[in-house]
């Protein structure tokens, strides 16, 4: 289990004499930080709150810090305090090279981290205080897992039919998402404190990656084909939670680089957003009730419940009407779905059991793609 991004917030310690301000422009300037927003920092007479920011991807992109923001708090009666979040591309910083390669947190591969982030923080300043990831807390932590599918057809598939098995965000809130159209991402979930997202790594490098070398980015391309990243980004109140639900001590970044609470937490997401079981054209999903034992009722049941939720064409709104009862055709029938939210969830985890996702492959994804039945890699995460 990988972190693709984190950030790491701490508190700036400057000696607060009469001249503080002249150490501090000195190091500023270190970090590329303009005059003007140096100035704005600065300012003595505004009391409010105070924030910069400079992105290093630019002049710095194969030095795995990606953005640097500082910011004043001031006090009237008190000298002002200021703070520092820095944004890291762990894998980058070790490897010192764009790759689709993931950090992976181990004591060895934590200890080549802090080594990497040392030599990286010594291009800006030599300040050990600085370079010491005991001095940081976490602010930020994108956990992150991808799925690598045997064929195109197969990852862009996938692609379409998780769209379906949101429990969140219903399709209009998706195709408004980022201004972008429905086909070029996936949010499963989104809130103030967490955001899960499930996206095309070759399509995103190909829309997101400027001033790559020609080589360097046919590279990538080759590593991302078929591939699809499951993310969760976790705010600043996701890591609080995170704190409270792990007994942690403390926010300290070293906290957070566990590979079993990542582990824990991807299953969780994937779990609640996407689900389990195969994704079956219906004749294969005819196929599988036939073959399981239960009662004729019960199989009949588990069909028309499927054929609900894919007529609805998300997971969420297809509980929706199956709590207020709509009349369906099937083989020709009219035929009432509708039941109590037990029952909802009971035919839920049959489905599970029988290994069968709850959302089919309509008709036409099936004859563009040719696949009748999909394999969920929901099983990667299991080892």
């Known amino acids: 289990m990988s972190i693709h991004t984190a950030e790491m917030s701490g508190e700036l310690l400057f000696n607060h004499a009469d001249d503080a301000d002249e150490p501090l422009q000195i190091w500023l300037r270190r970090f590329e930080f303009s005059n003007r927003q140096i100035r704005y920092l600065l300012d003595e007479n505004n009391h409010s709150a105070r924030r910069i920011r400079r992105i290093l991807t630019v002049r710095h992109p194969n030095l795995g810090i990606e953005q640097v923001i500082i910011l004043k708090t001031p006090d ?4 002002a305090q200021y703070y520092i979040t820095i944004r890291i591309n762990p894998q980058l910083l070790i490897e010192r090279q764009r790759t689709l390669h993931l950090f992976n947190p181990s004591e060895e591969n934590n200890a080549l981290l802090l080594t990497a982030f040392q030599e990286a923080m010594s291009t800006f300043d030599d300040n050990f205080a600085m370079t010491d990831f005991s001095t940081y807390n976490c602010a930020r932590l994108d956990m992150t897992h991808d799925f690598r599918f045997e064929t195109r057809e197969q990852a862009q598939l996938f692609m379409r039919l998780i769209r379906r098995t949101s429990r969140y965000i219903r399709h209009r809130e998706q195709r408004i998402a980022h201004n972008e159209p429905i086909l070029d991402q996936s949010v499963a979930e989104a809130n103030k404190s967490y955001k899960i997202i499930c996206y095309d790594k070759q399509r995103q490098i190909r829309k997101m ?3 790559v070398p020609d080589d360097e980015m046919e ?3 080759s590593q991302a084909e078929n591939v699809v990243r499951f993310e969760i980004q ?3 109140n996701k890591i609080y939670y995170l704190k409270k ?4 001590d403390s926010r300290n970044i070293w906290n957070y680089l566990n590979e079993e609470m990542i582990h824990y937490n991807l299953q969780k997401a994937y779990r609640e957003t996407i689900g389990e079981g195969n994704f079956c054209y219906f004749h294969r999903v005819q196929q599988i009730l036939n073959n399981a034992d239960m009662r ?4 009949t049941n588990l069909y028309n419940f499927m054929r609900l939720i894919s007529n609805a064409g998300c997971l969420s709104e297809g ?3 199956f709590l207020r009862g709509r009349t369906i055709s099937v083989n020709g029938n009219n035929v009432r779905v509708q039941g109590t939210e037990p029952t909802y969830y009971s ?3 049959k489905l599970r059991e029988l290994g069968i996702n709850p959302i089919m492959i309509p008709p036409r994804l099936s004859s563009r793609y040719h696949i009748q039945e999909l394999p969920n890699p929901y099983g990667e995460l299991l080892i």
């Open 245 to 248: 639900s792990n007994n942690f």
């Open 234 to 236: 976790c705010g600043k």
């Open 296 to 299: 004729p009722s019960t199989r």
């Open 347 to 349: 035919r839920l985890r």
């Open 319 to 321: 509980k929706r009407q």
């Open 209 to 211: 990656y400027r001033g």
């Open 76 to 79: 009237e009666f008190n000298p």
């Open 219 to 221: 590279l990538l391309l």
